[in-house]
T-cell receptor, first 112, second 115 residues
Framework: TQLLEQSPQFLSIQEGENLTVYCNSS?????LQWYRQEPGEGPVLLVTVVTGGEVKKLKRLTFQFGDARKDSSLHITAAQPGDTGLYLCAGAPGTSYGKLTFGQGTILTVHP | GAGVSQTPSNKVTEKGKYVELRCDPI?????LYWYRQSLGQGPEFLIY????????DSGLPNDRFFAVRPEGSVSTLKIQRTERGDSAVYLC?????????????FGPGTRLTVL
C-alpha cells in the first residue's frame, strides 16, 4: 500500500490543455514536495508546501496543500511539450526528517 | 558549482556478484540519502546519513545491502550476492542538513542491471 497515492498514473494531452495531478494520503505531512523527473536524470524539486490550505504558483504551475495537510494537487495551465515528464509528490510523514516517501508518479505527455 | 554525481552511470553484473555504487554529494552538504527507483515507480528510501553516521537505515531491504560514508562526504552503497530483483536505478541525494523540508538535490542515478 502506497503512503502517497498519485492519480492519474498516466496523462496524455494536447498542447494548450489544462491538467491536474492529485496526491492523496491518510497520513498527515508537515510538508509535501513536488518533483519533476526526466529520463536518465534525478528528480528536480519544483516546490515545497508547508501550511494547510497553502497555494503556490510557479509560472503556469499551481500547487495546493490540503487544509488537513493530507493531500496536494498540481495544476498546469496551457500545457506545453516541454512540460512532458514524470511528476512526483513526496513528503516526510510525522517527524521522519529526510526520509522522503514518494508517490508512484504521474507520467505526463504533452503532444504538440 | 557541481551537483551530485554518481558513478558508474550504468552497471551490468551477473547474479551473485558484488557491486559498489558511489555518490559524491554537493560540497558542504552534511546529509546524504540513497533511494532506489524501479521502472514506473517513485523512488523508495533506503538509507540516509548525517555526517559519517547512518541516521536511518530502515529502508535497506536486507543484509546484502550496506552503505558507508567514512569521511562525511563521499558515500558508497554496497550490494553483496546481487539478485535479479536488485535491478533498478539507484539515486543519491544530498541536502544542507536534516531538518524538515530541506531541499534534497538528486544525482542522475546509477542504473544497475543484474543478469
Amino acid at each position: 500500500t502506497q503512503l502517497l497515492e498519485q492519480s492519474p498514473q498516466f496523462l496524455s494531452i494536447q498542447e494548450g490543455e489544462n491538467l491536474t495531478v492529485y496526491c492523496n494520503s491518510s497520513s498527515v505531512f508537515s510538508s509535501l514536495q513536488w518533483y519533476r523527473q526526466e529520463p536518465g536524470e534525478g528528480p528536480v524539486l519544483l516546490v515545497t508546501v508547508v501550511t494547510g490550505g497553502e497555494v503556490k504558483k510557479l509560472k503556469r504551475l499551481t500547487f495546493q496543500f490540503g487544509d488537513a495537510r493530507k493531500d496536494s494537487s498540481l495544476h498546469i495551465t496551457a500545457a506545453q511539450p516541454g512540460d512532458t515528464g514524470l511528476y512526483l509528490c513526496a513528503g516526510a510523514p510525522g517527524t521522519s526528517y529526510g526520509k522522503l516517501t514518494f508517490g508512484q508518479g504521474t507520467i505526463l505527455t504533452v503532444h504538440p | 558549482g557541481a551537483g551530485v554525481s554518481q558513478t558508474p552511470s550504468n552497471k551490468v553484473t551477473e547474479k551473485g556478484k558484488y557491486v559498489e555504487l558511489r555518490c559524491d554529494p554537493i560540497s558542504g552538504h552534511t546529509a546524504l540519502y540513497w533511494y532506489r527507483q524501479s521502472l514506473g515507480q517513485g523512488p523508495e528510501f533506503l538509507i540516509y546519513f548525517q555526517g559519517t553516521g547512518a541516521a536511518d537505515d530502515s529502508g535497506l531491504p536486507n543484509d546484502r545491502f550496506f552503505a558507508v560514508r567514512p569521511e562525511g562526504s563521499v558515500s558508497t552503497l554496497k550490494i553483496q550476492r546481487t539478485e535479479r530483483g536488485d535491478s533498478a536505478v539507484y539515486l543519491c541525494a544530498s541536502s544542507l542538513g536534516l531538518a524538515d523540508y530541506n531541499e534534497q538535490f538528486f544525482g542522475p542515478g546509477t542504473r544497475l542491471t543484474v543478469l
